[in-house]
Each structure stands twice: as C-alpha cells, then as structure tokens.
C-alpha cells in the first residue's frame, strides 16, 4: 500500500540549472499538491493539480516555476533557472477527492549552491 | 488572505506534564487538520476536525475545534518524550471544488524527562 512517492529525496543544483520534482500519488487519489517549506517555517501552498488540469496555482511565482500532471505518469514541480532562494523542502501530498484528507509524501530537499 | 497563527511556537514540558496547543485562524473554515513532523522528515496526519464542537483523541492527544471562536486545540496529556516534533494545524478555507491548505507557523514541541 504504497503512499505519496516522491523524488529524488535530495536534489543539489547549482544557480542556473533546473531542477524537476517528481511525485507520484497514492493509489485512487487524482488530486496533487505541491507545497514549499523554508527552515524553520510551515508549509506554503503552491499548486494544485489534477489529471491534465492545474486547479488552483495561486502559490506559484510567476516566473520560473511551473507544474504538470500529465494524463500518464507522475506530477512534475519543474524550476528553471534556480536560484539560492529556492532552496528548501518540497512536499506532495495527494488526496482522492477535494476537501479530503491530504496526504504528504516524504518531501524532496533541494539545494542551491 | 486566511491567517493562521499558532501559539506557543516552542514548548519544553517535562514528561508526564499536560499542555494545550493553540491554534487560531482568520476566516470561516469547517476543516481543519493538525499534522505532526519530525526532523527532516514528512507530515504525518494526526487529525482533522469538520465540525463546530468536533473533538478527537488518539492516545495522549486530544484536539477539539470551535469554528464561532476560529480556534482549534491540542491538548497533550501526561506527556512522554516520543511526542517532541514540531505540530502544525492546517485550514482549508474553500467552500467549493478548490482545497488547498493554509498552514499555521508550527509548534516545535520538546518533552524533557
């Protein structure tokens, strides 16, 4: 019974390289959710997606930052052109229905050098 | 824009001690959720409250919510030290199909023996 998978768990880029996030939802759930957690913060909502539709993006820069989830295969959280300040923790969480109980997969940390 | 605020941010008690979390929020919501974090790792769901007057208790802790006041609780009891991580609430404020979740700045919680 597998949960919210994400990868990679650790992902070190330098300024200016991209970075893509993956995160694959739990079985039946076709609702995703990125959110972003600076150390020592909360959570901070970023998108929110199903199938082949972006629902909600209203926690997304407007530049450089950009997600999909694609009718096959896993939601993808792609950062161009990254920069020191996007270092920090990415979670995903998936749920089956709106409203719903959210689950969060075990985060990918990104780092910046 | 929806607030959240927890207090205290940082708690130490001693075991077997009994402490309440407090969590309040800024705009009407049924739902809210209280998640639990250890150190470099995931959120893992404790509870979520749909209701005025809603209460739950899962071992040591009890969470309760009142939608009037906009404040939700958590309330440890006889605390042990497996409990010290970091406990966010979390509130969705949508009434229609888009749910995302605003979570509040957590409470790093230390239980000392």
């Known amino acids: 019974n597998a949960g919210v998978m994400q990868n990679p768990r650790h992902l070190v880029r330098r300024r200016g390289q991209e970075a893509r996030l993956r995160c694959s939802p739990m079985?039946?759930?076709?609702?995703v959710y990125w959110y972003r957690q600076l150390p020592e913060e909360g959570l901070k909502f970023m998108v929110y997606?199903?199938?082949?539709?972006?629902?909600?993006e209203s926690g997304m820069p407007k530049e450089r930052f950009s997600a999909e989830f694609p009718k096959e295969g896993p939601s993808i959280l792609r950062i161009q052109q990254v920069v020191r300040g996007d270092s920090a923790a990415y979670f995903c969480?998936?749920?089956?229905?709106?409203?719903?109980?959210?689950?969060f997969g075990d985060g990918t940390r990104l780092s910046i050098l | 824009e929806l607030k959240v605020e927890q207090n205290p941010l940082f708690l130490s008690m001693q075991e077997g001690k009994n402490y309440t979390i407090y969590c309040n929020y800024s705009?009407?919501?049924?739902?809210l959720y209280w998640y639990r974090q250890d150190p470099g790792k995931s959120l893992e769901s404790l509870f979520v409250?749909?209701?005025?007057?809603a209460v739950k208790q899962e071992g040591r802790l009890m969470a309760s919510l009142d939608t009037k006041a906009r404040l939700s609780t958590l309330h440890i009891t006889a605390a042990v030290h497996d409990l010290s991580a970091t406990y966010f609430c979390?509130?969705?404020?949508?009434?229609?199909?888009?749910?995302?979740?605003?979570f509040g700045t957590g409470t790093r919680l230390q239980v000392t023996l």
């Open positions: 969480a998936s749920s089956p229905q709106s409203g719903s109980f959210q689950h």
């Open positions: 079985k039946g759930h076709s609702h």
């Open positions: 997606l199903q199938k082949e539709n972006i629902i909600d």
């Open positions: 705009t009407t919501s049924d739902r």
């Open positions: 409250l749909l209701s005025n007057g």
């Open positions: 979390a509130v969705d404020p949508s009434t229609g199909t888009a749910s995302k979740l605003t």
